[in-house]
């Protein structure tokens, strides 16, 4: 394919009368156009505009989303004027891009904080692609992304990790650097990508800014932050990536339009907040354009497909959920826990979620999502005491999917979840009032990359209360490698080994990392350790 010349379609897309700006460390060709802002076409940076990496994600068979966003001042609202500034982009077959088969001019604006989507059409399906974008005489560097095989094609075998939990102040991303370094498909992110919490002066490295981030340039700044990690760039220039968010991205424990706190701050600015910072969660994902915020809505559920071998079911469970129960906290259910108009999903997303189940083809179908599916009381004995943020807050939203499970018997469902910094691994029971009743799913809870955990001993003493629960580790920080066939899956637990030196692993970016326990799934079986 002829290689398109970026200069020629500048010139077609843009008038002709031109003056010389400068403004913010930045010059370079104004020129007026049809467009709202003026475009700035021939841009010179102070500082280097591709300081957030790039990155790749949401693979169909003959497309992918690349992604970047310019910001030569990450941490200052990004550091480029008002104006729109073309982009150019190029994907090839080749790492050394010397056989680019799609490129052409994005227009990173204002608006969207001069952020990057691109969604490259024509791909071959099942291959790899390297890509990369260059502004005026600036070039990113080179990101690999991978399409998805055709659906329903037969598809021998399929790896991707999960991830979840990265508090910056808590500690390095040295998983990170671990994972770009796998032999992987695809990176999936189950939430709190970035945390809302207030700088504090003695963390390991604080947060930017003065408080919790509130207005869209805050949100902005936190983001820009986590980006610069260089473990997570490589992360994201290695493999495509599929997100979903949970509570910290907005705001701790939020619920639909209901804040933590909802004395603090009324419901107009909570969903001022909200709205700012669904806004900056799009501006710094690769997600497609029907994920674009539309006030204080943005539609991140979806469905994704790898031939006949795999589908994902990514939920969304903070958008549309009903209030919390119970005070929101660890504790004893109360009888609002058992509500049955309650929801995390929204009725919606719920029955989305049947119809996909219902009619996937694949050998292996996940329900990918943020919290703790399981039932798990943290207290041994007679007492009790349950994540009320998490499932154990909404029985009845539980039951519904139990019984579909148990009654439409799709191929092999997984649920991979994050939000408890810590690891499990667990039968997904079709009535926990009855440990021997049918197992009709299987859990794996993903451990933090970063953030803390402070209940492990409290949770291993309750263990024998929790007979479906097959594994726990709270102790470590990491991801989890999952390795599929049409005979197996099989799950990794790449977990940060400590250091002598420094203590907690996290205190230390270049902790080693090892596989800690191996599980393994057969084809309509039951887990078991490797």
């Known amino acids: 394919m002829q290689k398109l010349n970026f200069d ?8 002709r009368r031109q003056v010389l700006l400068g403004a913010g460390g930045l010059t ?10 003026k475009v700035l076409a021939q841009p010179k940076f ?7 990496g790039v990155a790749s994600g949401e693979p169909l068979s003959d497309n992918v989303v690349l992604w970047t966003r310019l910001a030569p001042d990450p941490l200052n609202g990004g550091g480029v004027p008002p104006y729109n500034i073309p982009v150019q982009w190029q994907i090839a077959t080749d790492e050394r891009m010397r056989k680019v088969v799609r490129s052409g001019v994005q227009m990173a604006t204002p608006e969207f904080g001069h952020s990057v989507h691109v969604e490259v059409q024509g791909l071959q399906p099942d291959r790899w692609y390297w890509y990369r974008f260059r502004v005026g005489n600036e070039v990113s560097p080179i990101g690999r992304t991978r399409t998805a095989p055709e659906p329903r094609a037969s598809v021998n075998r399929f790896r991707f990790a999960f991830a979840s939990c990265q508090n910056w102040e808590q500690g390095y991303f040295a998983a990170y650097k671990h994972m770009a370094e796998e032999d992987l498909d695809l990176v999936i992110h189950l939430g709190d990508y970035i945390y809302e919490g207030a700088p504090r002066a003695n963390a390991l490295r604080p947060h930017e800014g003065d408080g919790e981030p509130v207005t869209l340039e805050e949100y902005r700044n936190r ?15 290695a493999f495509p990536w599929v997100v979903t968010w949970d509570d910290h991205e907005v705001d701790n424990n939020w619920a639909d339009e209901i804040p933590q706190d909802p004395q603090l701050q009324s419901r107009a600015a909570f969903l001022a907040r909200r709205a700012a910072a669904f806004q900056a969660y799009y501006e710094h994902m690769p997600l497609r354009d029907f994920s674009k915020p539309r006030g204080i809505d943005l539609q991140l559920y979806r469905r994704l497909t790898f031939g006949n071998l795999v589908e994902f079911n990514v939920l969304d469970t903070r958008q549309y959920r009903s209030d919390q129960p119970c005070n929101d906290r660890i504790e004893p259910r109360c009888p609002e826990a058992f509500n049955s108009n309650a929801t ?19 050998r292996w179908n996940v329900i990918a999502q943020q919290l703790v599916f399981t039932q798990h009381d943290w207290t041994a004995g007679l007492e ?34 994050g939000d408890t910094h810590s690891s499990w691994v667990s039968d997904v029971k079709a009535d926990y009032n009855n440990p021997n009743s049918a197992t009709v799913a299987t859990e794996f809870v993903g451990t933090s990359i970063s953030s803390s955990f402070g209940a492990s001993d409290r949770i291993e003493q309750a263990l024998p209360d929790n007979p479906w629960v097959k594994y726990f580790n709270g102790k470590q920080r990491g991801y989890v490698v999952c ?8 799950s990794d637990y790449r977990l940060l080994a400590p250091s002598p030196a420094t203590g907690p692993t996290v205190s230390d970016p270049n902790a080693p990392i090892v596989s800690t326990v191996s599980f393994e799934l057969p084809n309509q079986g039951v887990v078991k350790p490797v």
């Open 28 to 37: 370079g060709l104004l020129i007026a156009t049809q467009w709202s802002n």
């Open 8 to 15: 020629r379609l500048l010139s077609h897309r843009l008038k």
């Open 223 to 237: 983001h820009a932050q986590y980006k610069t990690d260089p473990n997570l760039q490589a992360t994201h220039a």
């Open 46 to 52: 102070s500082n280097y505009p591709f300081t957030l």
């Open 384 to 417: 009790t005491a349950f994540n009320i943020d998490a499932w154990d807050g909404y029985v009845a939203a539980r039951n519904r999917i139990l019984n579909f499970l148990a009654q439409n018997k799709a191929a092999n469902p997984v649920i991979i979840s």
């Open 483 to 490: 390795d599929l066939n049409y005979q197996r899956w099989r």
């Open 344 to 362: 995390l999903t929204g009725a919606e997303q719920e029955q989305w979620l049947f119809r996909n189940l219902d009619r996937s083809v694949a």
